[in-house]
C-alpha cells in the first residue's frame, strides 16, 4: 500500500530504542544499538541490510521470539515488557505469522496438516474436537489460493522450494494474523520463483495484510510500500 493510504492508520508495531547484544566468551557483540521502528496498520515494510547487520535479530525481537536487552516493543500499544508467558504466547501464535528462509514445515505431517498446526496449538486437544472442521476448511481454502489444491496430502520434502513456501505462507496465515513478519522469504528460492511469493505477499497486502520482510535484496525490497536500512545498529530510513 502506498504511504498516503497508510499514514492516517493506527500503529500496530512500535519498536523503541531497541538494544540486543550477544555474548561470545569473553567479548560481548553489540548487533543492535538503539533500533526504533513504527509500523502502521496495512503497511508493507522491507528491512534491508548488509549479512550480520542484525535484521533477523530485530525480526525476532518484534515477534517476541527474542527479548531485548534494552528497550521494547509494543503491538497495539501492549508492551512485550509487561506481558506474561500466556500473553507472549497468546501474541506469538494468534497475533503474528512467521515465513522463514528455509520454510521450517514438518516432514512428519502432509501439506494440509502442516497449514492447520497453528490452529491445533492455539485450542488446545479438547477444543481442537470441536473446531477442526472449520480448521481444515481454513487451510484447504487457503492452500487454494496458493494453488497448492492437488498437493494437499503430499509431504513438504516431495514440493519444490516454491511450493513449500507457499504451504509456511499457508501456516503463518492460518490463524489470521494481524501481522506477519518474514525473513529472507525469497532467499533460497530462483528469482522466477521468489517473484511468485513476492506477488503472494502483495496480494496479501491488498487485502489489508501488514507484512514486515527482511530481505539482504535491494529489488525484493522495493517491491514493499516502504524500505528501512539496519546499519551500525540501528534503522536508518
Ligand atoms: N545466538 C547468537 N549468539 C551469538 N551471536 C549471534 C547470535 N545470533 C546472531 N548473532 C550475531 O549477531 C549478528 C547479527 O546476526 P543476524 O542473524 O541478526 O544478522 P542478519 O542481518 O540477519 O544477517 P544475514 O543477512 O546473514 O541473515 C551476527 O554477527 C551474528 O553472528
Ligand atoms: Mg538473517
Known amino acids: 500500500m502506498n504511504e498516503t493510504s497508510t499514514n492516517k492508520r493506527p500503529l500496530i508495531l512500535k519498536a523503541e530504542n531497541v538494544h540486543k547484544s550477544y555474548r561470545m566468551g569473553a567479548t560481548r557483540v553489540k548487533v543492535l544499538k538503539g533500533a526504533n521502528l513504527s509500523v502502521r496498520e496495512g503497511e ?28 521494547d516493543v509494543s503491538f497495539d500499544g501492549h508492551y512485550f515488557s509487561r506481558m506474561g508467558a500466556r500473553e507472549l504466547n497468546h501474541f506469538r501464535n494468534e497475533m ?10 514438518l516432514d512428519e505431517l502432509n501439506v494440509l496438516e502442516n497449514v492447520y498446526l497453528p490452529a491445533m496449538v492455539s485450542c488446545g486437544v479438547a477444543g481442537w474436537l470441536g473446531t477442526r472442521g472449520a480448521a481444515k476448511a481454513r487451510a484447504r481454502e487457503l492452500l487454494e489460493t496458493m494453488g497448492l489444491q492437488d498437493r494437499i496430502r503430499h509431504k513438504p520434502y516431495q514440493l519444490s522450494g516454491g511450493e513449500r513456501q507457499r504451504v509456511a505462507i499457508g501456516r503463518a496465515l492460518m490463524n489470521k494474523p494481524r501481522l506477519l ?4 522469504p525469497t532467499g533460497n528460492l530462483d528469482s522466477a520463483t521468489g517473484n511468485g511469493i ?28 516502504r524500505v528501512i536500512t539496519l546499519a551500525d545498529g540501528r534503522v536508518k530510513s
Do not use: W
Open 198 to 225: 513476492l506477488e503472494v505477499f502483495e496480494q496479501l497486502n491488498r487485502a489489508g495484510q501488514t507484512i514486515v520482510m527482511v530481505t539482504h535484496d535491494e529489488r525484493v525490497a522495493h517491491r514493499a510500500g
Open 96 to 105: 503474528v505469522g512467521f515465513v522463514f528462509q528455509f520454510y521450517h514445515l
Open 181 to 184: 513478519l518474514a525473513d529472507e
Open 44 to 71: 508493507f515494510v522491507a528491512v534491508i541490510g548488509a549479512s550480520g547487520s542484525g535484521k533477523s535479530t530485530f525480526l525476532h525481537i518484534l515477534g517476541a521470539l527474542d527479548r531485548p536487552n534494552e528497550g
